[in-house]
């Protein structure tokens, strides 16, 4: 089945508003009329408005790094996804590696952000990824059919339409070092695999996996021409908008 590419940038806590705004307004004229792909970008909380503002008729969609599972209330620092629909996005990142590895994120609230996102009718992107110890311990497979198993706990095939899994090795992550064409093949399939044994082929055949880590200008078309990756989740490159262009032109 053809699957539609899908690229996404992780803005990260880069840019302020000013900068957000620049950035949003430069790829809007690069990628207005690029109808191949669909493409969206992941501001900081703080520069939501900016960027929808900016990317507002254009076919770029705008999407939150991560939301909380509360609609509401004295939850310090958290924002919530009815906040994040109201802003004007369409995505939610969950369950980022970063997010696991600096801010305690599990397994488990990583499905109840999920759960929250779905609720709220945003798409999501949703992070699975083995460390550089896992990997050497050959216990990859465990570990993302652990990830994967915990954040779809519970979802309907239905809820599958709004769901993207990104597949992030996390020693890929702003190092340089990304996974060759063919061991994200492996796990996208592997991936794949695990979607078509919970919700059967044509949810399998229709869910889009990203892979992340390290995506370039010049390593993009060969990972993106791989049968089960369709797309990308896209850190540090995309932070400039020249690059992150040709990354949403290399997909397939
Ligand atoms: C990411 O943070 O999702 C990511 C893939 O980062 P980078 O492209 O910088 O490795």
Not at 27 to 49: E, F, G
Not at 78 to 83: C, G, N, Y
Not at 139 to 149: C, E, L, Y
Not at 154 to 166: E, K, N
């Amino acid at each position: 089945m053809a699957r539609r590419s899908f690229v996404a940038g992780n803005w990260k806590m880069n840019k302020t508003p000013e900068e957000a705004r620049a950035l949003a307004l430069d790829l809007r004229t690069r990628l207005n009329s690029y109808a191949k792909c669909d493409v969206a970008v992941c501001p900081t909380n703080l520069c939501i408005t900016t960027v929808v503002e900016a990317l507002r008729g254009s076919s770029i969609a705008v999407g939150a790094q991560n939301v909380f599972w509360e609609k509401s209330g004295a939850y310090t620092g958290e924002i919530s996804a009815p906040m994040v629909v109201a802003s004007g996005c369409q995505y939610a990142i969950i369950g980022h590696s970063e997010r696991r590895q600096y801010f305690g994120e599990t397994d488990a609230t990583v499905n109840k952000r999920i759960k929250a996102a779905l609720t709220a009718r945003l798409k999501v992107i949703a992070c699975v990824g083995e460390t550089k110890e896992e990997r050497l311990s050959n216990v990859t497979q465990q570990v993302v059919k652990r990830q994967v198993a915990a954040a779809l706990d519970g979802l309907t095939a239905g809820d599958m339409a709004l769901i993207t899994i990104a597949y992030e090795p996390v020693w890929a992550i702003g190092t340089g070092l990304n996974a060759t064409p063919q061991q994200a093949q492996e796990v996208h399939a592997f991936i794949r695999d695990l979607v078509r044994a919970k919700f059967g082929a044509a949810v399998a055949d229709a869910v889009r996996i990203q892979y992340g880590g390290s995506v370039k200008a010049d390593n993009a078309k060969d990972l993106l021409s791989q049968p089960d990756i369709d797309g990308a989740l896209v850190g540090g490159a995309s932070l400039a908008a020249k690059d992150f262009e040709a990354i949403v032109k290399a997909a397939k």
